[in-house]
């Protein structure tokens, strides 16, 4: 009689191979891994960041020695602060820094292509912030600028009140010069030591004393007084030549009827009415 049975059906091939299941699996980790390192070392270069510089008085020179990646650690995109919400804050940091004097320029705001905008200029350069958090411009005014709106975007950052009369001064009310009480007690050190240094060599002369001692410890002192003189008087003069050039960017400010023609925005100011509406 023929045999009629059959052989075991074989074993049906899977829809993959064990090699490519298993090259899968080892790829998904190594996957979860680079990413818990990249995590990790995210972590790690933000905390140095947040070590190294002090954001309270972030400045130019703290921005132009920063690396891409730790711009990128310490100022997270998703966080930032943009709209209408970052050019109010902004504008209230500048206000402050100008009152401050820690920047100097006019600041408006104003309207261009639909879009509302900061602009900040002197005689020097400009900076135009926009919504996005863009700062575009040239001079010391951008470099100056740059890291205000940086610092006002962040979340943290806490932007104060700037006062009523935060615009620049007129310049017939810029003082001659600063620290006067400083010079002043120079003045006086100065005066003690030349009062001493003249003392010791007098004395040397009238007591005849058989040393070298006093004369040349008088010779010092008198030294050290006129250098003091030297330098209050340099001094003074450096404040006085600040002053005037001070006054004068001030004066040119001032006399310009319009914008300098390096400012390429041609929009209209935006008072607090249209803003409100």
């Given at each position: 009689m023929e045999d009629t049975s059959t052989e075991p059906d074989p074993v049906s091939r899977p829809d993959r191979t064990p090699d490519e299941s298993e090259g899968d699996a080892p790829a998904d980790a190594s996957d979860g891994l680079d990413a818990d390192d990249d995590a990790d070392d995210l972590a790690a270069l933000r905390e140095r960041v947040e070590a190294e510089y002090d954001f309270d008085e972030f400045g130019p020179s703290d921005m132009a020695r920063m690396s891409a990646e730790e711009w990128d650690a310490a100022f997270d995109p998703e966080?930032?602060?943009?709209?209408?919400?970052?050019?109010?804050?902004?504008?209230?940091?500048?206000?402050?820094?100008?009152?401050?004097?820690?920047?100097?320029?006019?600041?408006?705001?104003?309207?261009?292509?639909?879009?509302?905008?900061?602009?900040?200029?002197?005689?020097?350069?400009?900076?135009?912030?926009?919504?996005?958090?863009?700062?575009?411009?040239q001079g010391t005014v951008l470099r100056d600028i740059e890291p205000i709106v940086a610092l006002a975007a962040m979340e943290s950052y806490d932007v104060p009140e700037p006062p009523d009369d935060w615009s620049l001064p007129h310049p017939d009310t810029v003082p001659e010069g600063s620290g006067e009480f400083g010079n002043l007690m120079v003045q006086v050190i100065a005066v003690v030591q030349v009062l001493a240094g003249a003392a010791l060599l007098v004395a040397s002369l009238v007591a005849d004393l058989n040393t070298i001692v006093a004369p040349a410890v008088g010779i010092v002192f008198l030294v050290i007084g006129l250098l003091l003189f030297v330098m209050v008087a340099n001094a003074r003069l450096s404040d006085r030549f600040r002053s005037e050039e001070y006054r004068d960017r001030l004066r040119a400010l001032r006399q310009a009827k319009e914008r300098p023609d390096f400012v390429p925005v041609e929009g209209g100011v935006v008072n607090e009415d249209e803003r409100e509406e």
């Amino acid at each position: 009689m023929e045999d009629t049975s059959t052989e075991p059906d074989p074993v049906s091939r899977p829809d993959r191979t064990p090699d490519e299941s298993e090259g899968d699996a080892p790829a998904d980790a190594s996957d979860g891994l680079d990413a818990d390192d990249d995590a990790d070392d995210l972590a790690a270069l933000r905390e140095r960041v947040e070590a190294e510089y002090d954001f309270d008085e972030f400045g130019p020179s703290d921005m132009a020695r920063m690396s891409a990646e730790e711009w990128d650690a310490a100022f997270d995109p998703e966080s930032w602060i943009t709209g209408d919400r970052l050019l109010d804050r902004a504008e209230a940091e500048l206000k402050s820094r100008i009152a401050r004097r820690e920047v100097f320029g006019v600041l408006e705001r104003v309207r261009e292509d639909g879009e509302e905008r900061i602009l900040v200029y002197s005689d020097e350069g400009y900076a135009i912030v926009r919504p996005s958090g863009e700062v575009s411009g040239q001079g010391t005014v951008l470099r100056d600028i740059e890291p205000i709106v940086a610092l006002a975007a962040m979340e943290s950052y806490d932007v104060p009140e700037p006062p009523d009369d935060w615009s620049l001064p007129h310049p017939d009310t810029v003082p001659e010069g600063s620290g006067e009480f400083g010079n002043l007690m120079v003045q006086v050190i100065a005066v003690v030591q030349v009062l001493a240094g003249a003392a010791l060599l007098v004395a040397s002369l009238v007591a005849d004393l058989n040393t070298i001692v006093a004369p040349a410890v008088g010779i010092v002192f008198l030294v050290i007084g006129l250098l003091l003189f030297v330098m209050v008087a340099n001094a003074r003069l450096s404040d006085r030549f600040r002053s005037e050039e001070y006054r004068d960017r001030l004066r040119a400010l001032r006399q310009a009827k319009e914008r300098p023609d390096f400012v390429p925005v041609e929009g209209g100011v935006v008072n607090e009415d249209e803003r409100e509406e």
